[in-house]
C-alpha cells in the first residue's frame, strides 16, 4: 500500500475482553514500531521491531500487553483483560532503517475500553 | 517523569500571525529535536527537526530556535494560515535522531482563526 495502514479505525470494547490491533507497514520497510497516545497526552513508546532481531519491549505498559509481527511485516498489538486506561489511540509507525524520525505514522487506532 | 515539557497546551491565533510553541527539556543526552505536526484523524508527521549544534534552523514558514545552555526550543509559523490548525508536538531523541526511542512533550493544539 501506499502508507501505513492500521485496522480497525475505532473499537469499543467491554472492560476485561481482550482486543487485537493490526499495523500493515509501508512494503519493504524493516522498522516497526508502536506507540500509544492517550488523551491530552504526548505519544508514548511500546515497543519496536527491526527486521529479525528481538523486538525492544521495554516500553510496554504490563504484561497484558504483548505484539508480534510476522513474516517481517504484519504486526498485532493485543491487550489483554483491557481496562479503562488502556483507552487511548495506539499508532504504528514503519520505516527502512532503524531511524524514527524518517518513519512514516499509520493514522491510528482509536480504542475506548467501556 | 516528564522529560520533555511543551507549552502552551493550546492557542488561538489570527491568520498572518506567529504562533510560538515552546519545549522544555532535562536530559542532556538528547541530541535530536524533531517536531511533528498532526491533523485530526492522522497520524502525526515530522515537520522539521534541529540538532543542538545549531541555534536555528528554518524550512519555509517554519523555525525552529534552540538554546542550548537554557535546555530549550521552540517552534515558530510565520503568516499563519488556517490550514495550519494542527496539534504540534515536540520531541527529543539521543544519538543524533538514530535511536529509536521518542520522548515526546504533550502537544499543543494550534488554531489559526481566518
Known amino acids: 500500500g501506499a502508507g501505513v495502514s492500521q485496522s480497525p479505525s475505532n473499537k469499543v470494547t467491554e472492560k476485561g475482553k481482550d482486543v487485537e490491533l493490526r499495523c500493515d507497514p509501508i512494503?519493504?520497510?524493516?522498522?516497526l514500531y508502536w506507540y500509544r497516545q492517550s488523551l491530552g497526552q504526548g505519544l508514548e513508546f511500546l515497543i519496536y521491531?527491526?527486521?529479525?532481531?528481538?523486538?525492544?519491549k521495554s516500553g510496554l505498559p504490563s504484561d497484558r500487553f504483548s505484539a508480534e509481527r510476522t513474516g517481517g511485516s504484519v504486526s498485532t498489538l493485543t491487550i489483554q483483560r483491557t481496562q479503562q486506561e488502556d483507552s487511548a489511540v495506539y499508532l504504528c509507525?514503519?520505516?527502512?532503517?532503524?531511524?524514527?524520525?524518517?518513519?512514516?505514522f499509520g493514522q491510528g487506532t482509536r480504542l475506548t475500553v467501556v | 517523569q516528564q522529560q520533555v515539557k511543551q507549552s502552551p497546551q493550546s492557542l488561538i491565533v489570527q491568520k498572518g500571525g506567529i504562533p510560538i510553541i515552546n519545549c522544555a527539556y532535562e536530559?542532556?543526552?538528547?541530541?535530536?529535536f524533531p517536531w511533528y505536526q498532526q491533523f485530526p484523524g492522522k497520524g502525526p508527521a515530522l515537520l522539521i527537526a534541529?540538532?543542538?549544534?545549531?541555534s536555528e534552523k528554518k524550512e519555509g514558514r517554519f523555525t525552529i530556535s534552540f538554546n542550548k545552555s537554557a535546555k530549550q526550543f521552540s517552534l515558530h509559523i510565520m503568516d499563519s494560515q488556517p490550514g495550519d490548525s494542527a496539534t504540534y508536538f515536540c520531541?527529543?531523541?539521543?544519538?543524533?535522531?538514530?535511536?529509536?526511542?521518542?520522548?515526546f512533550g504533550k502537544g499543543t493544539l494550534l488554531t489559526v482563526n481566518p
Open positions: 509507525a514503519s520505516s527502512l532503517g532503524q531511524i524514527m524520525v524518517e518513519a512514516f
Open positions: 512494503s519493504g520497510h524493516t522498522a
Open positions: 521491531f527491526q527486521g529479525n532481531s528481538a523486538p525492544d
Open positions: 536530559n542532556t543526552a538528547f541530541d535530536y
Open positions: 534541529i540538532r543542538p549544534d545549531v
Open positions: 520531541a527529543a531523541s539521543m544519538q543524533g535522531g538514530s535511536n529509536y526511542k521518542l520522548t
